[in-house]
């Protein structure tokens, strides 16, 4: 049994909210991008030769300017999650004294404290793991690519290799090590 005690930063919950966002849309996010550039390029090369025929190009460049547009918001979405995620902190987290995660052989359980008493729960199966990050100081968890889970490694209790090892065995990748 492992078991973790802290009270969770902003930090940690800009951290997990990122990486799982990241994670629920890795393969679409790719198609979106590679289409927006595909349309990019289009739309140039269709107004380079409206240009050269002299036709209208106020469409064009309305089309033009709307790709670039959403090309601009979509670099732009992890300054909103993240800025999201700070307001669910404040709102939702900050208040509260201790965060409990205890993970067995089969479940993840996390519960919220305040003032010594528990105001939240939440039991994940293991078997729901999709992926898990690992920094310098700590491990995020994510569960059915939605929900997240923070373990701070300077307040773990048990060996943190037998923890990665027990979260290898239920996800069919490695945990991804990030800076």
Known sequence: MFECQFKMSEEDNVKGTLYTVKQQ???SNIIFIVLLFISLFLMISTLILDIRDGENIAF??????????LLVLYFCFPILFKSSAKRVY???IADKDLMIVKIDDTKCDVSFQKNGEQVSRSVMDLSTLTSCIEDDERLVLVFNKQMFV???KDSLTGNLDSLKLLIQKYMNKSIVKIK
């Open 25 to 27: 849309r890795k393969t």
């Open 90 to 92: 404040k709102t939702n």
């Open 150 to 152: 923070v373990v701070r």
């Open 60 to 69: 064009d460049v309305f089309l033009m300017v709307l790709i670039l547009a």
